[in-house]
């Protein structure tokens, strides 16, 4: 078969990528393009997207495709999810999308649970964990305001399914990305009408729901003008990231959990079905749509959000990851532990303040300097993770037997290692680039040059180096976790 090249963007809440995958002699290989800011906009009191410059980007990266020579086969969109572009009845967008961090959706969600449908049966519907800037309460708050382009809206399309929209002009609704909006109900697999309603809407308004590895349409002539390329298919990846990065994870089997780590870490595992009930509710999991109709039932965990922003408070620290780590694990092991899910945590004006006023609250040795701090932040992070990893057992229809830690986390070789240790399974670490494998892969499907998933993780793993840490030191970190549980609160 001739290679084949298959063109992703990768769109994060910070930054933006293009891509090309490029699948040849049963291996996976990928070639960054272009990089560029994905900004948010402050005004009129307000945070939004600014979508055009985002389809701008992909305008330069596609015509950069086409100067290189490279023939694309085929174009898949990720990003990330709950937010949406409304669609005015001239097809035109009619705003630029707010942001999931705008301020108007604060207290509503609490708001919504009164007036409109109850908790329970919100989360009995759809299986999503409560946050504040799901699509559910956003479209809930815009309704309360009186929102002009709420107000106007002929179509609601999630990011990705806008960006595909002005490349072909046909409105989807990718599934993975649509499931992060707390209104698709896993069990029927469609958008739930009682919610829909209950914000004013209809579902005709949505796009029609639609499966990873899905040929959306062809590039516009506009597009074709403005990038030279052909009438190129713009496939339905894995619209949400973390859903693509999950489609990569190069298992072997069903028997594995997924942690996701970079800023924040998600860690879960794949179902066939939906898990609802009381405990899921109480632990607060969620279950997201993956590939072939599975579901990513998973946990958000504050991840490596809590070292980058000590990083900008040590000025003295090396400016290596790896130097600065490897000063991390000289330090005496668990003399500090924290719950790295505090409420303090999510957003402090100094995170070392942060850390070192739970360890004083909870009578622990303070941390002092970038060392024994670092190493605080890295031992807490790997007990967390053997405690959801625990809570995860509890739900799993299968013997977990091998955890696989994707995204730019893994690079973290003392965090894998640590991770092993206090979980006491087999980690295996890698790729670093998940979501950009994971969108390619879901092309090459469309595009028929691979059958099912295990096919697609099988390429990916023959394609990249795996790095494998096995439990050690099981006595120490079981001792370690139970002085974690009793201090987190």
Not at 262 to 282: D, F, K, V
Not at 379 to 384: F, G, H, K, V
Not at 385 to 393: D, I, N, T
Request: proline share 4%; hydrophobic share 40%.
């Amino acid at each position: 078969m001739d290679d084949k090249y298959f063109f992703a963007v990768d769109l994060g809440a910070t930054s933006g990528r293009t891509i090309i995958g490029r699948l040849s002699g049963g291996k996976v290989s990928l070639e960054e393009l272009t990089r560029f800011p994905n900004n948010i906009i402050e005004t009129g009191g307000h945070y939004y997207w600014d979508l055009l410059a985002l389809y701008n980007e992909v305008i330069k990266g596609l015509r950069t495709a086409h100067d290189k020579g490279i023939a694309v086969t085929s174009i898949g969109i990720d990003t990330w999810g709950c937010d949406f572009v409304i669609i005015g009845a001239d097809g035109r967008p009619l705003r630029a999308p707010l942001s999931y961090r705008d301020p108007h959706t604060f207290g509503v969600m609490e708001s919504y649970f009164r007036e409109a449908v109850d908790k329970n049966t919100v989360y009995a519907k759809t299986g999503i964990q409560f946050m504040n800037f799901n699509s559910l309460f956003q479209l809930y708050a815009m309704k309360r305001e009186h929102d002009s382009a709420f107000e106007g809206a002929s179509k609601v399309l999630f990011i990705p399914d806008a960006l595909m929209y002005m490349l072909t002009g046909n409105a989807v609704c990718e599934y993975t990305v649509a499931s992060t909006s707390q209104m698709l109900n896993p069990v029927t697999g469609d958008l739930d009408n009682e919610l829909i309603e209950s914000v004013g809407l209809s579902r005709k308004q949505f796009g029609t729901l639609t499966q990873p590895a899905t040929i959306v349409g062809t590039l516009t002539e506009e597009v074709q003008k403005l990038t030279g390329m052909s009438a190129v298919p713009v496939i339905a990846v894995a619209g949400h990231d973390t859903a693509s990065a999950v489609a990569a994870v190069p298992a072997k089997n069903e028997k594995f959990a997924y942690l996701s780590s970079g800023t924040w870490s998600l860690m879960g595992i794949e179902t066939p079905h939906a898990i609802i009930n009381e405990r899921s509710q109480e632990l607060n999991f969620t279950n997201e749509g993956g590939i072939d109709g599975t579901t990513r039932f998973l946990k958000n965990i504050c991840g490596m959000w809590l070292y980058e922003q000590c990083r900008k408070e040590w000025p003295d620290a090396p400016k290596s990851h790896q130097e600065l780590q490897q000063e991390a694990v000289r330090q005496p092991a668990f003399q500090s532990l924290i719950n790295p899910d505090a409420p303090r945590f999510a957003n402090p004006t100094s995170m070392v303040a942060a850390i070192q006023g739970y360890c004083r609250d909870t009578g622990q040795h303070v941390p002092e300097g970038y060392a024994e701090i670092c190493r605080c932040i890295f031992d807490s992070l790997a007990l967390r993770y053997r405690q959801v990893l625990g809570w995860l057992k509890e739900f799993a229809s299968f013997d977990i037997d091998t955890l696989h830690i994707i995204g730019g986390g893994s690079m973290n070789l003392f965090l894998d290692q640590f991770t092993a240790n206090s979980c006491g399974v087999t980690v295996l670490a890698g790729p670093q680039e998940g979501t950009a494998l994971g969108n390619v892969m879901l092309q090459a499907r469309a595009a028929g040059c691979v059958g099912d998933v295990w096919q697609m993780r099988s390429i990916i793993a023959d394609s990249i180096e795996l790095k494998r840490f096995e439990p050690q030191d099981t006595e120490e970190w079981n001792k370690a976790y139970e002085k974690f549980v009793k201090l987190t609160y």
